[in-house]
């Protein structure tokens, strides 16, 4: 079976920091990315990384950044001047597959997630 947990929420101020944790399990991924839901929205990409790229949401730009281990199972998220509106349960969802005509911003993209980790942003 494969499943991937997140770690890492928490509450934050405004302008503080958090970084997210999602360990997988079984064989690496070739994609791995993280995506956010607030209450009463529809679940919003944040940020991918593959083996030689990444992508950020606008919103994001400047502030989050990706990475990932070399056992490639592994993805963190480092956010850094966290405003309010980055409060949401963010998650993490990773693919075995690459296709390069796909669009990898769309959750629906993703074959394996994990449960979810709540990130509070106080201002």
């Known amino acids: 079976q494969v499943h991937l947990v997140e770690s890492g929420g928490g509450l934050a101020q405004a302008g503080g920091s958090l970084r997210l944790s999602c360990a997988g399990s079984g064989r690496s991924f070739v994609i791995m990315g993280w995506f956010r839901q607030a209450p009463g929205r529809e679940r919003e990409f944040v940020s991918w990384?593959?083996?030689?790229?990444?992508t950020y949401a606008d919103s994001v730009k400047g502030r989050f950044t990706i990475s990932r281990d070399n056992t490639k199972t592994t993805t963190y998220l480092q956010m850094n001047s966290l405003k309010p509106e980055d409060t949401a349960v963010y998650y993490c969802a990773g693919s075995r597959t690459w296709n390069g005509r796909i669009n990898y911003r769309e959750a629906r993209q993703y074959d394996y997630w994990g449960q979810g980790t709540q990130v509070n942003v106080s201002s």
């Open positions: 990384i593959n083996w030689s790229s990444t």
